[in-house]
């Protein structure tokens, strides 16, 4: 249930602007969560939500930057070696220029996103193993943000 709630949780947040705790709890009964607003809080902190200025009017929660990768090195060498993804159920294929699955897949590791339960790189190819089906298109379509 947990995980649900935090995939919507990002879902919300992303659609509209939120700006409390409150009225995160409330879209989030709407959706059919139960929640209060000590689970919000706690859901939050475990995402690391941040708030910013939207609009250039309210500050509102957002996800941090998803490139939060340790360092540039690693996001240079993840956007200059990665070649195609492809997936299967909870799995993503990543090929990758010869001799840099390795870093890739520590940059990958490095991001800490919760729908990634680990990484298995050989030379040039990443085994991705996702918590589950459903999360695998975002994943890949924040891959491809990086990759921008």
């Not at 998803?66 to 195609?84: A, C, G, H, P, Y």
């Not at 001799?99 to 990958?108: D, L, N, Q, Y």
């Amino acid at each position: 249930m947990k995980q649900k709630r935090h995939i919507k949780i990002r879902e919300i947040i992303r659609e509209k602007p939120v700006e409390t705790q409150e009225e995160l709890a409330e879209e989030l009964r709407k959706a059919g969560f139960n929640v209060t607003q000590a689970t919000v809080s706690r859901d939050i902190k475990e995402l690391r939500l941040i708030k910013v200025l939207r609009d250039n009017q309210k500050y509102c929660y957002a996800e941090p930057e998803r490139t939060s990768l340790s360092s540039d090195r690693l996001l240079r060498i993840f956007k200059e070696s990665i070649l195609s993804f492809a997936s299967s159920e909870n799995l993503i294929v990543i090929k990758t220029s010869s001799g840099t699955a390795s870093a890739v897949a520590e940059a990958i590791d490095s991001l800490n996103w919760n729908e990634i339960l680990g990484t298995i790189a050989g030379d040039n190819t990443i085994l991705v193993v996702a918590e589950s089906k459903k999360v695998v298109k975002d994943i890949l379509e924040r891959f491809e943000e990086i990759l921008r």
